[in-house]
């Protein structure tokens, strides 16, 4: 992007859009900014939907900001910008209206910057609580030059009158349809994530769904979705301990049957398709044949590959909490956390977070899973039902979303004395409520009837 001579800028742009694809164009909007040789995004927001202002008669924006590093001086910035919406085929109707693409300098440095065709910080941030919350997200603790006595963009936040945006904190594109988890809306459902293991070794349906026989696979995946499944999580290689791996090639044939099954169904068609695997060369296959997100239990660390494809092909991906490798997670070493179970999950997640941003994922295509059950022992996986609503509010990850998956895992059996895993439904309907209360967005399960139930009744009680 730059020589020796060039001097990196760091500066902060609004995005926002409230025609057509509102997403795909914001979308598009950051691809053509890292596709600038002098323009790099280094880090997003999660999307917020908000309410307009000024000019009320008009559809809810989807809004978010961006980090960007550039060599341009401001004015420079401006005008690619600008080119940049005219690109995408902004047509400006009146000021404050309607526009399917919007992009503003808000900060540039430390500069203050007062002409007719740009002033910054922008004159109106402080306002408009669509841009301090964005914002919040990246660099809550900056401290904008603006007013006789400038205080931090999340002290700014705080003094707003104004109600709370909806947050739409990770979206996932279905073709015409648009899959949203709104993390921060305490009123959302939870959705049913359905385990869909087409392994002839997972540890308590191995075998069941083979990708070789395809009527008895159509029928499981009508099945989930018709008692409640909003997103089916597709598995072709067991991450149960100890278990024997198999090779990409074999993981890939037994996932793409399941994709093309549940994107022939009609009943499919409101369906997130999620994979199960820790391969870049698995998820790039599965991306291609129709699948939107990369579930990873080792969020990225598997396979050094895995983050730049995802940021490549622009999926939305589950970061999971592990330490070591299937075979070696449940080892005293990997289980051990001096400094706080919490704060370690807590950090140990941002740091993947950092990974992910610096890979080209975008923080609205980012999901958390505290990783029950990989590196944790029975005691800790109940201090995270415990306190999931400590990992939802730790800085730098508040409003991300979360999914846990807990079902029919080791230590229920454990506790309750059900060996049978197929039989610890109980035991999972109770994890599956605390996962409610904690605030997670998801949850992973085998027993689609019975935890939608479960979840219908928890979210009656907790997010009314």
């Not at 280094?42 to 900001?65: C, K």
Request: one cysteine or more; aromatic letters at 4%; charged letters at 25%.
């Amino acid at each position: 992007m730059s020589t020796k001579m060039d001097t990196i800028r760091t500066a902060y742009i609004a995005l926002g859009s409230n025609v057509g694809d509102r997403l795909d164009m914001i979308e598009k909007a950051c691809l053509a900014l890292d596709q600038d040789p002098d323009i790099k995004v280094t880090r997003t927001s999660s999307l917020y939907e908000t309410e307009p202002m000024y000019v009320e008669d008009q559809a809810r924006f989807l809004n978010g900001a961006c980090e960007i590093q550039t060599i341009l001086e401001p004015m420079t910035l401006l005008d690619r910008l600008q080119a940049i919406e005219n690109e995408l085929g902004r047509v400006k109707l009146i000021d404050k209206g309607p526009r399917s693409i919007d992009l503003d300098i808000l900060l540039y440095e430390d500069q203050v910057i007062d002409t007719e065709r740009l002033k910054v910080p922008h004159i109106l941030m402080l306002e408009r609580e669509f841009v301090l919350r964005p914002l919040c997200d990246i660099i809550p603790d900056t401290i904008p030059s603006i007013g006789q006595t400038p205080v931090s963009l999340s002290q700014s936040l705080r003094r707003l009158s104004a109600s709370p945006s909806t947050p739409i904190s990770t979206t996932t594109s279905m073709g015409e349809n648009t899959f949203s988890i709104r993390a921060l809306e305490h009123t959302r459902p939870t959705h049913i994530m359905s385990i869909l293991n087409t392994t002839p070794d997972s540890f308590s349906d191995g075998g069941l769904n083979s990708p070789t026989d395809e009527t008895a696979l159509r029928k499981t995946i009508s099945s989930h979705i018709r008692r409640g499944a909003t997103i089916i999580d597709i598995g072709g290689q067991s991450s149960r301990p100890n278990a024997a791996d198999v090779t990409a090639e074999e993981e890939i044939q037994r996932v793409l049957p399941a994709i093309k099954i549940i994107r022939s169904l009609p009943e499919g068609s409101n369906t997130c398709i999620s994979v199960d695997t820790y391969r870049a060369t698995v998820a790039e296959e599965a991306i291609k044949a129709g699948a939107h997100i990369i579930n990873d239990i080792s969020g990225g660390l598997l396979d050094a590959d895995m983050l730049p494809t995802v940021g490549r092909l622009g999926c939305t991906v589950c970061l999971m909490h592990m330490r070591g490798t299937p075979a070696t997670m449940t080892s005293a070493e990997n289980c051990s956390y001096p400094d706080g179970l919490i704060p370690t999950i807590a950090n140990e997640l941002l740091d993947r977070v950092r990974a992910a941003e610096a890979a080209g994922i975008r923080r609205w295509r980012i999901i958390l899973d505290p990783g029950i059950g990989f590196a944790k022992t029975t005691e800790q996986n109940l201090e995270i039902l415990r306190r999931m609503s400590d990992l939802r509010s730790w800085p730098g990850l508040v409003g991300l979303p979360w999914l846990l998956g807990s079902s029919r895992k080791g230590f229920i059996g454990k506790i309750t004395g059900v060996v049978d895993a197929k039989e610890r439904t109980w035991g999972t309907a109770a994890t599956v409520t605390a996962a409610v209360q904690g605030g997670a967005d998801m949850v992973r399960v085998h027993d689609v009837d019975e935890m939608a139930k479960v979840t219908k009744m928890s979210d009656a009680i907790w997010r009314r």
